[in-house]
Every structure is written in C-alpha cells, then in structure tokens.
C-alpha cells in the first residue's frame, strides 16, 4: 500500500476544506501505515511500519514496550507519528520477542536488537537516515550509529544510558541488587492477573501519571511481552556498555534527558552525551522517564528534533520550503531580533551575555544562509519559524 503525499490525493475534487479538516485528515492518514515483516539474521521475523513520506527519514530503534499496531490517539506512539510523519518519512518496528514480531524467539540479547535495527533500514532500502533511541534503545541507536556511520545522517537519544545495573565498571552492590530485584519482579509478577507486580515499573516510569494513565501503562506491559520475554529483555539490557562505541560516533547528535527521571538518572543521561564527540546536550524539565504528549518536556523534545535534524514542511498548496536547523534558542533570540530588540536588549531579556546573544544571531545566520537579520527574518517568517 502506498500513501499518497499529498492531501489531494486523499479528498474528492470539489470537497471544501478548511486548514482544521486538512490537518485532521493528514493525522489520520499517518496514523495508518502498512505493517511489513522484515526477516532479520537468525529468520526471526520483525514487524515494521512507515508513515508519511519523503525526506528527512527518521528511524526510531525499537524497545520493548512498544506496539506498533497500538496508537491511540494521545499515545506515545501516536505522539511520534503526528510529530515526525507530516514532516517527511517516520519508521518504526517492534522488537524481537515484544509487539507485532516474533514472539518465541530464541536470541534475546544487545547483538541480535542491533541487527534487527540493520535488518529494518535494509528492507526499506533507506541509504541515509537520522536514527532516535528512546531509553533503552539508545545504546542500539549508539551502536549503530559506530558500526554504519556512512548511513546516519543525525543521532537523537533521549533518556539513554552508555552502562547499566550489571555492566559498570565500578559496580554498587546495592545497585547491582536492585537491578536483580527488577528482573525478579518480571519473572514473578509480569504475568500475574494483579497489577502489584507491573506497576513497581509504572510508578518509575511515570511518577507523575495519573491511576488511569497506570492502568493504560500496565495494560500496555501485559500486551507487549510475555513475562519471560520481559526477564530475558532486562537481563540483556542491564548487562549493555556503549562507552566504547559512543566515542566512535562521528555524526552530529542530540542528546536529550528529563532532570527528575527516576528510571535512568539525568547524570546517565549526561554522561552518554560526554562520551560522543561534539554531541549536543538538552536538559528537559519532568519527572516522567517517557513524557506524555501534552507536558513541556514533550514539545521541547520534539521542537528540539525537528530543528536539529531538519524538516521539509508542505504547505496546503502543494508548496514545500525548506525548515533548517534551528535551535530553541536560536528561534527565541530571532523572534526578538524581529521585534527590533538589540543584543543588549535580548541578553537582559532572555538573562545571557551580550556576546552569547551575538554568537546565537551568528549561528542562526548560517543555518538559515543568510548575511543580514532582516534577511534572516524575513525567511523565517516566510518558513513559518517565528
């Protein structure tokens, strides 16, 4: 099946449509991509979906509570498609052992998630792409990204980590015991009928979420996994080390971690970042390991990707103009640089240095190609940054 790109090809010629119908039927259309099944190295099968259509192309690498057929409105996983889908092409595909894929597998572990990432951008014939690792797959985006530095255009990680509970090199007995005790928790209460078990996760997930937030994230658990399934994944994914990896990394990455996450600590977070030459570290404010939707933390990460890997935005009239890359920042200081503001100004406005100021209205010159602040304001205006 293949989407049309373009919303006429979607409407019946005469229809009246206002800018509110047009974007509704855009979401929709990209939250209906066709399932394929990918056979990755050992034949396990691995389901993947694409939605939207042409560049840029953002690969996200799979973790284990994802359902790529579940996207509710309001969800994550919708959340990810109406935010990178309507910019350009968005892949996503459920882990080995979890979601659509191949549930009975054999091979759980950090080598076989890095080839079914390879086996996914192989089958859709992607040469070059921008990869995020949400988590836990930040360490299989990292790994990828060493081993194929010739496919990864932009690497954005949020809330990842470089070790874990079982491969530190300075291992903390009682930080090692509370990773036993989670896989514990799995092989005891994943599968069992009460939810106690499950939402020693949830309540470290999501701390801020609300009981019917809890329920949707427990059901979410019992659904993607099996409770084996759920043990092996930790096992595997407490036993993970990138360090080595991470300082091969040759493309421009964005880092991105929640201050108060309780799952994976900001300082992992921030230590991942210090690890990836020239990577870009953005602190986010929140409490939940996986943001929902409607928090700042979410728009922040998604403004942040957007700018950093570069959008091709579609206009109602067919029009396609070019959005570079363009930090927050960059986009606050030209927002006051267009309301005639001098760098004194925005630098006791926005509390920086009058030289920080002049190093973002320089930055943001580059990025948009242009000599001059009238210059660079008017095709931000034009492209709709401001």
């Known amino acids: 099946m293949e989407w049309p790109t373009t919303i006429a090809g979607r409407i019946k010629p005469g229809a009246e449509l206002d800018c509110v119908n047009v974007q509704e039927v855009k979401a929709r ?12 190295f050992d034949g396990t099968q691995v389901a993947a979906a694409q939605s939207g259509a042409g560049s840029p192309v953002l690969v996200r690498a799979a973790t284990w509570l994802t359902h790529i057929e579940h996207a ?7 959340g990810l498609i109406d935010a990178f889908a309507r910019h350009g092409s968005y892949l996503e595909y459920d882990t080995r ?9 054999n091979d759980i572990s950090f080598e076989a998630w890095v080839r079914d990432l390879e086996a996914v951008t192989d089958a859709y014939g ?33 809330g990842g980590f470089a070790t874990s509970y079982h491969s530190t ?14 896989v514990e928790l799995a092989e005891v209460g994943w599968g069992n009928s009460s939810p106690a078990f499950r939402q020693v996760f949830v309540s470290r997930f999501m701390p801020d979420a609300t009981p019917a937030q809890w329920a949707a994230f427990d059901r979410l658990q019992r659904e993607t ?11 595997a994914m407490y036993a993970l080390n990138v360090k080595e990896s991470a300082a091969k990394v040759r493309c421009p990455t964005l880092v991105l971690h929640p201050k108060g996450d309780e799952m994976v600590r900001f300082e992992q977070g921030r230590r991942l970042a210090a690890l990836i030459p020239g990577a870009r570290f953005v602190p986010l404010q929140g409490r939940n390991h996986i943001p929902f939707t409607h928090e700042p933390a979410w728009q922040a990460f998604v403004d942040e990707t957007l700018a950093f890997i570069g959008t091709t935005v579609e206009s109602i009239d067919g029009a396609r103009t070019s959005t570079r890359q363009l930090t927050t920042r ?33 930055n943001t010159l580059r990025a948009l190609g242009c000599r001059t602040r009238a210059e660079a304001t008017h095709r931000a205006a034009e492209q709709r940054l401001l």
């Not at 992607?126 to 010739?150: D, I, K, N, Q, S």
């Open 225 to 235: 996994a099996a409770p084996d399934v759920a043990a092996r994944y930790l096992r």
């Open 330 to 362: 960059q986009r606050e200081v030209l927002r006051l640089v267009a309301a005639g503001n001098t760098d004194k100004q925005i630098a006791r406005r926005l509390r920086l240095s009058p030289r920080t100021v002049e190093m973002h209205v320089g």
């Open 29 to 40: 259309m990209f939250r209906r991509p066709e399932v394929r099944f990918c056979t990755s």
């Open 169 to 182: 090199s300075h291992p903390d007995p009682a930080v090692r015991r509370e990773g036993d005790l989670m």
């Open 126 to 158: 992607h040469e070059r792409f921008a990869l995020l690792g949400f988590t836990c797959a930040a360490g299989v985006a990292v790994e990828y990204a060493a081993r194929h530095p010739e496919r990864v255009t932009h690497l954005v990680l949020f």
């Open 97 to 105: 052992g979890c979601g659509l894929s191949q549930r009975r597998v």
């Open 72 to 78: 509710p409105a309001g969800s994550f996983n919708a």
